[in-house]
């Protein structure tokens, strides 16, 4: 693909500096909870960890008017794995469900900033 880069970093300070350099229009951050700042000494996927790392790179895509899409894990009962605010910091979150063997897959909202998840 032309103009496609990809980028290997376990650093949400590399990751922000990276958004911050305006150079992107679009990144994806797979995942959130492999993430850590330097700043911090906690391990990575803890809800410090997991809360600065979001909020780090939000602003930073803020700044630079890029769109950012982090992926976060979920439990083995569906739900999110780690702290729920990070559900408050994103504009949506949506799920992708469907069985891993099963020919079809569903994308459904669970929060929209801008309007009804019915929509």
């Known amino acids: 693909m032309p103009g496609t880069s990809f980028a290997a970093s376990s650093s949400a300070n590399d990751i922000a ?10 990144v994806v951050v797979d995942s959130i909870q492999t993430l ?23 602003r930073a895509a803020k700044a630079s008017d890029t769109a950012v899409v982090i992926v976060g894990h979920v439990t083995k009962e569906g739900t999110f794995a780690g ?3 990070l ?4 504009d949506v979150v949506l799920n992708f469900e469907g069985d891993r ?16 998840t019915n929509e």
């Open 83 to 85: 702290p729920k605010i």
């Open 101 to 116: 063997y099963g020919g079809f897959k569903t994308v459904r909202a669970v929060k929209n900033r801008f309007g009804s």
């Open 17 to 26: 500096k990276t958004i911050e350099s305006g150079e992107f229009d679009f």
């Open 36 to 58: 850590a700042m330097e700043e911090l000494s906690s391990a990575p996927g803890t809800v410090s960890q997991v809360t600065n790392s979001g909020n780090l790179i939000i």
């Open 87 to 90: 559900e408050h910091l994103v």
